[in-house]
């Protein structure tokens, strides 16, 4: 990615889908979050809708957080990026074992 990309990606909230996925290990979660925020946050939910963990995050621009597979069960999540008290995004990803 060049650096025009970079800066263009950084004018927005965005939640990408996490690699690899499904995963058994480890997987990556990135996002952007534009510069001026209050407060950023990645949610986990399994799909009964029960929080499992929270991500503070406390950058802006592009940046990730790495899931470890032992963390959870096996099955399928919904990973929300909340900014500022505005959901931005949700994605599935599937653990497998």
Request: hydrophobic share 30%.
């Given at each position: 990615m060049?650096?025009d990309?970079?800066k263009?990606k ?6 990408y889908q ?6 058994s290990?480890d997987?990556k ?21 029960n929080?499992l963990?929270?991500?503070?995050l406390?950058k802006?621009?592009q ?8 963390q959870?069960k096996?099955g399928m999540?919904i ?6 008290g505005?959901?931005i995004?949700?994605?599935r990803?599937i653990?497998?074992?």
């Open positions: 060049d650096e990309q970079d263009q950084a004018k927005y909230n965005v939640l996490n690699t690899p996925n499904p995963f290990e997987t979660i990135e996002y952007c979050i534009f510069q001026n925020f209050q407060s950023a946050k990645i949610y986990i939910h399994n799909l009964q809708g929080e963990k929270a991500f503070n406390d802006s621009g940046n990730y957080i790495t899931i470890k597979g032992e959870f096996e999540y990973y929300t990026l909340v900014v500022n505005d959901i995004d949700s994605k990803m653990l497998t074992k």
